[in-house]
Nanobody
Framework: QLQLVESGGGLVQPGGSLRLSCAAS????????IGWFRQVPGKEREGVSC????????IYADDVKGRFTISRDNAKNTVYLQMNSLKPEDTAIYYC????????????????????WGQGTQVTVSS
């Protein structure tokens, strides 16, 4: 069964940190761009960050630049999102998604051909 599983979400105070993990099973992430997206009720899913298959290219949404870091460990078939200096407006369900690609690039649009999606992990930033 091909699936992505996110973990690492939770409740954290403003200014705190969390590290999200996105683990793949049933397929290798070696040839996939990975994106992290988030969604709050009533709003569209938005791109947070993405990383190319080699890890050589990364993109961040403007409101997370300097606070979030995406990385990948292909040996562990896992992608991470380190989130620092968290703000209440970062509260959302976070999803990871994979897109098989032959080019070493990634995309921050949820509609950009991401074929596999995880079930999401809740991140709540509140005092």
């Amino acid at each position: 069964q091909l699936q992505l599983v996110e973990s690492g979400g939770g409740l954290v105070q403003p200014g705190g940190s969390l590290r999200l993990s996105c683990a793949a099973s049933g397929f290798t992430l070696d040839y996939s761009a990975i994106g992290w997206f988030r969604q709050v009720p009533g709003k569209e899913r938005e791109g947070v960050s993405c990383i190319s298959s080699s890890g050589g290219s990364t993109i961040y949404a403007d409101d997370v630049k300097g606070r979030f870091t995406i990385s990948r460990d292909n040996a562990k078939n896992t992608v991470y999102l380190q989130m620092n200096s968290l703000k209440p407006e970062d509260t959302a369900i976070y999803y990871c998604a994979a897109r098989h690609t032959i080019v070493d690039s990634c995309w921050l649009r949820a509609s950009a051909g991401y074929s596999y999606w995880g079930q999401g992990t809740q991140v709540t930033v509140s005092s």
